[in-house]
């Protein structure tokens, strides 16, 4: 693998990792405080923890998936972030 590729893959198990975990504390949060904005804050964190997931997997399922698939997935995971983007903004709004 390349330089950009490893970087790519470690960045994105970053991000899994991390979203991941955020969106644990946040689920427990909500369920020791009841508060509906934790809810939405979870899965914000956990739309992230996907397109991290979904990024990381990109060069192991290679050998399985066509590269065209593999790439148009990715590019779609996008969406996660945007997703997840506009629900921070609903868990701020809301009173």
Do not use: K
Not at 8 to 27: C, N, T
Not at 42 to 59: C, N, R, S
């Amino acid at each position: 693998m390349t330089l950009a590729q490893l970087l790519e893959q470690y960045v994105s198990l970053g991000i899994f990792v991390l979203a991941g975990g955020l969106s644990v504390l946040s689920f427990l949060a909500w369920r020791r405080e009841r508060d509906s904005r934790m809810r939405i804050v979870t899965l914000g964190y956990a739309m992230f923890a996907v397109y991290g997931l979904i990024v990381f997997l990109e060069y192991p399922l290679l050998p399985y998936i066509p590269y065209a698939t593999l790439e148009l997935l990715e590019h779609a995971s996008a969406i996660l972030i945007l997703g997840g983007l506009l629900t921070f903004f609903i868990a701020l709004t809301r009173d």
